[in-house]
């Protein structure tokens, strides 16, 4: 995924916090003001098939990630 960064001493180093816009930008989509306002839907970074022990639901916090120049 592409999304636009910036650096804050808001949060620990080494982290990085996505707002979760849902993809609503994809082909197809016909929701138009989610289209406007779609951020990126950052289920796409998710293995859909590790679920938290615990709670039995999907895994969406704590997951390995590489930021690299576009």
């Known amino acids: 995924m ?3 960064v910036t650096t804050t ?7 990085v916090s996505i707002p979760h816009g849902w993809g ?3 082909p197809g989509v016909q929701l138009g ?3 406007r ?7 796409i970074l998710t293995d859909d098939l590790l679920i938290d022990e ?3 639901t999907a895994v969406l916090n704590g997951i390995p990630v590489t930021i690299a120049p576009a």
Do not use: M
């Open 54 to 56: 615990l709670s039995g």
């Open 33 to 35: 003001v989610a289209g």
């Open 9 to 15: 001493d808001g949060i620990a180093r080494g982290v």
């Open 37 to 43: 306002y779609a951020g990126v839907n950052s289920n």
């Open 2 to 4: 592409t999304i636009p």
């Open 24 to 26: 609503h930008d994809l």
